[in-house]
């Protein structure tokens, strides 16, 4: 059997993405990015949940570094409150 070479992205190719937590469920999130953003913008903004069990009852998501700020806005005109954002899932740790 030959073995399959896996390809890596340059650093440069990859994305930027920024993790946060937030008090409220997947649903009420992509629904708050969606009424504020659209479709197109909710794509832009490459919103992700990112799969954790060590945070009870909240949700940890990711999103591009260059559209947070939208995420956050539309997030916060919904009333849901991001608790903490950091480059690393590691860093939402501590």
């Given at each position: 059997?030959?073995?399959?070479?896996?390809?890596?992205?340059?650093?440069?190719?990859?994305?930027?993405r920024r993790y946060f937590i937030a008090k409220s469920t997947n649903e009420k999130i992509e629904k708050a990015i969606?009424?504020?953003?659209?479709?197109?913008?909710?794509?832009?903004?490459?919103?992700?949940?990112?799969?954790?069990?060590?945070?009870?009852?909240?949700?940890?998501?990711?999103?591009?570094?260059?559209?947070?700020?939208?995420?956050?806005?539309?997030?916060?005109?919904?009333?849901?409150?991001?608790?903490?954002?950091?480059?690393?899932?590691?860093?939402?740790?501590?």
């Amino acid at each position: 059997m030959e073995k399959i070479k896996k390809l890596k992205l340059k650093p440069s190719s990859r994305d930027n993405r920024r993790y946060f937590i937030a008090k409220s469920t997947n649903e009420k999130i992509e629904k708050a990015i969606l009424d504020y953003l659209g479709i197109l913008g909710f794509s832009k903004s490459a919103y992700l949940r990112v799969m954790s069990q060590d945070f009870s009852g909240k949700v940890v998501g990711s999103c591009l570094a260059k559209s947070l700020d939208d995420v956050r806005t539309a997030l916060a005109l919904e009333g849901i409150k991001i608790e903490k954002v950091s480059g690393t899932i590691k860093g939402l740790k501590k």
